[in-house]
């Protein structure tokens, strides 16, 4: 991937506006089936993302501090992948992944539970101690979670609009790790938020890239920077599955990197719900 | 997130398709062009002029001075000898651009947005199911409103990433804290200065937006600074009185004189040098210092203290030994300091001897005002930012003679950076370090 054309998206951005306005709606039917399979893909991840709940939440309430703190960050994957659709509701968004920012007594308010929680304890109080009310709560979310999406009918603005809310979560909180503060695992999370995206984009490019298949290679560019730069601080490199390294240990330049990539695919990405005439 | 697009409420618009792809077909390849193509949208909402009626609380407060254009294209930047406006900000960015083409591109796109935003005019409206092409928040058409948008590179920008190490301004360097200095660190150097002034506050934080929005693969913010300048009414009897400072003292007395270009080319434009390299002629050194005032404590001393440590008088400006505020100081019948202190804050800036007239600077600053520090007291001070041919000659040897004053107790220096501002972007076909660029070409 040529770095010149890394940037030549930018200058390019306020054309792409232009281009959207001439070009015809995508019939409603043919959105019909990437709605209907990314569904499935949300499905697929809650279904992993509850089994992993299971094991973490066990962990804390066995008081098994290690094992719990290296399940943390695997488990929060699933949910990052599928935050467009988790955020719709906003009562277990807020009790299954509020930070302490969110309250105004910080770690002290009784209302500050979920994974947040519990990562405060795990990582920066290291104890399970006391933590067990906070994982059966968490369990209970989850599950409660689970069988809202399953009857949940996906508006497609919410869907397509997601592989860019995707990316602004990314801009916004990931790369100043201020996600994650005391566990420093997010790279993983940032990695479940490109999957999540990425996932969006492959479902509905088939419907753009014949009018634009300029804006189709950018974000794929894009989205190959952010892989590349993303696989230097996996554990093992060569196997993608593998976790990540403390985001303590990317470097500033590397936070950097993350940057031009991520808000260049923000902004086409804006541009998606607008191209498929949403 | 919420699924709104079915109940979305939409200004009625309609669409003449005919003018609009005519439209598209002017603007040409690129961005560069997006601001200037005319409206091709027939909005059905009315039109915003409103009928005459009586100034109610929440109506917009109104001025004459927003048509005031600079004209982007000449030898120089706006923004240095440009008379200062209200309202200024400093934006330090770091450079995300790969490689030097990278860079080229971000630079003419810089150059593309600042042409448009300095002169004004009408963004495209497009498809509402698309984000919009400008944030809005100056309404479709935006007025110039005295504008200025001043692009200067730091010494960072000068290491391996874009080969520009050959070509670097002589005495271009990475700021060093001097003595009563506490840097923060996330508030000092950048690859790149934004200088951003106009009449409103509003207009700077558009230009700023409009600007980001373009360049999002190529600059990240890295801190910034906004200030203002109290508006003064002009004077009847003379010129119009200096602004103040948040001191209360008059600041900008004692600048060289703008309208003097052969003081200019010697004090502020770089390149008569010649052993800078040639691309940076007509360009300047950019200083840049966030000086906290710790004003509780400054409101808390005498009078005759605050007067003796800037060596002026508070009210009217005037040098100690009288007169005026345009009066030049005269040091010359006070050798020991009776009337103006040795180490008087302008004595020791300018001890006005044969020979410093080199050492003179031209500042540019505004006042700022933040939020409040943990003990309660009031973080604001002066965004302090000049200008001249040479560094070493200007900031850093008047700081010099400055450390250990008086006023140190006043005041701490906690951000900010040394850029070189580059020289003008002569017409169209030019764009912003198009000397740099090619001078980094030819050298390699
Ligand atoms: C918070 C910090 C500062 C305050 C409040 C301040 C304030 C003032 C005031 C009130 C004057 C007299 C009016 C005028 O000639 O404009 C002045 C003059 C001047 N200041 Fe500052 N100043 C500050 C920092 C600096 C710094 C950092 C420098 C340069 C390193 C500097 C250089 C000068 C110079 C060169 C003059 C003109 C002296 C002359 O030619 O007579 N000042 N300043």
């Known amino acids: 991937m040529s770095p010149r054309s890394l940037f030549l998206a930018a200058s390019a951005f306020g054309l792409m506006t232009l281009q959207g306005t001439v070009q015809a709606d995508v019939a409603t039917e043919a959105l019909v089936e990437p709605v209907a ?12 993302f509850v089994t992993h709940t299971q094991d973490f939440t066990q962990a804390v309430e066995a008081g098994d501090l290690a094992r719990a703190q290296s399940l943390y960050a695997p488990t929060r994957v699933y949910y990052e992948r599928i935050e467009p659709i988790a955020e719709l509701f906003a009562d277990l968004d807020a009790s299954i992944d509020a930070r302490e920012d969110d309250y105004e007594k910080g770690v002290e308010d009784p209302d500050f539970t979920g994974f947040h929680r519990l990562e405060y304890g795990l990582f920066e109080q290291r104890t399970t101690q006391g933590f067990a009310p906070y994982a059966k709560r968490l369990m209970a979310d989850v599950n409660d979670l689970e069988a809202r999406v399953q009857g949940l009918t996906f508006p497609p603005a919410t869907v397509v609009g997601g592989a860019a ?28 938020n490109v999957d999540g995206s990425q996932k969006i984009f492959e479902l509905f490019k088939p419907l753009v890239i014949d009018e634009d298949p300029a804006f189709v290679e950018r974000v794929e560019e894009n989205f190959a920077a952010v892989e590349e730069t993303l696989a230097h601080y996996r554990q093992d490199a060569d196997d993608p599955t593998s976790g990540f390294v403390s985001y303590e240990q990317v470097s500033d330049e590397d936070r950097r990197a993350f940057v031009g990539p991520v808000n260049l695919l923000a902004e086409d990405l804006s541009t998606l719900r607008g191209k498929l005439g949403l | 997130m919420s699924d709104r697009s079915d109940n979305m409420p939409r200004c009625p618009f309609s669409l003449d398709r005919r ?23 027939a909005r059905s909402c009315p039109a915003d002029d409103m009928p005459d009626t009586d100034p109610e609380v929440t109506s917009a407060p109104t001025s004459t001075a927003t048509t005031d254009a600079y004209p982007f294209h000449g030898t120089h930047q706006q923004g240095i000898v440009t008379p200062r ?41 497009g498809d509402p199911r698309y984000p919009p092409a400008d944030s809005g928040i100056l309404g479709p058409t935006i007025a110039p409103d005295g504008l200025t ?42 690859d ?50 200096s602004a103040r400072n948040y001191l209360g003292f008059r600041d900008g007395t004692a600048n060289p004189d703008t309208a003097d270009t052969a003081l200019m080319d010697a004090l502020v434009w770089t390149g008569h040098d010649s052993e800078e390299p040639a691309w940076t002629r007509g360009g300047s050194y950019q200083v840049v210092r966030l000086i906290r005032n710790f004003v509780e404590r400054w409101d808390r001393a005498p009078l005759a203290e605050q ?37 008087a804050h302008i004595r020791l800036a300018n001890p006005r001897t044969p020979g410093f007239e080199k050492h003179r600077i031209l500042r540019r600053p505004f006042n700022y005002s933040n939020a409040v520090e943990a003990n309660g007291q009031l973080d604001m001070g002066l965004l302090f930012i000049v200008y001249q041919a040479d560094l070493e000659a200007g900031f850093i040897t008047v700081q010099k003679r400055l450390n250990g004053e008086p006023l140190e107790e006043y005041i701490k220096p906690v951000g900010g950076g040394y850029f070189f501002t580059l020289p003008g972007v002569i017409d169209e076909n030019d764009f912003l370090g198009r000397g740099l660029l090619e001078a980094a070409a030819s050298h390699a």
């Open chain 1, 165 to 192: 809310a995707l990316m602004e979560e990314v801009a916004a909180t990931k790369v100043s790790g201020e996600e994650d503060r005391y566990s420093h695992t997010d790279l993983w999370d940032f990695q479940g």
């Open chain 1, 37 to 48: 399979d990314y569904k499935l893909y949300v499905l697929d991840n809650l279904d992993r």
């Open chain 2, 149 to 190: 948008v001043t692009v200067s590179l730091g010494a960072s920008l000068f290491d391996a990433r874009f080969g520009l190490a050959d070509v670097k301004p002589r005495h271009l360097q990475r700021m060093t804290g001097f003595p009563n200095d506490a840097l923060d660190p996330s508030r000092c150097h950048g």
């Open chain 2, 19 to 41: 003018r609009f792809l005519q439209g598209l077909g002017a603007t040409g390849t690129g961005i560069a062009m997006a601001g200037l193509s005319t409206s091709a949208w």
């Open chain 2, 85 to 125: 406006p209200a309202n200024g900000m400093i934006v330090a960015c770091d450079v995300l651009a790969r490689d030097r083409d990278g860079l080229e591109q971000l630079l003419r796109t810089l150059t593309e947005r600042i042409a448009f935003l300095t002169r004004g005019g009408t963004y495209p409206q």
């Open chain 2, 307 to 343: 007067e003796a440590i800037f060596g002026r008088c508070k009210d009217s400006g005037a040098p100690l030994a009288g007169g005026t505020e345009y009066d030049i100081p005269d040091y010359s019948d006070d050798p020991d300091g009776q009337v103006t202190p040795l180490d």
């Open chain 2, 192 to 241: 790149m200065s934004l200088q951003i002034c106009a009449h409103t506050h509003d207009t700077t934080v558009h230009a700023l937006r409009d600007i980001l929005k373009h360049t999002p693969g190529g600059l990240m913010v890295r801190w910034k600074q906004e200030g203002t300048v109290p508006v003064m009414s002009p004077s009847d009897t003379g010129p119009t009185p």
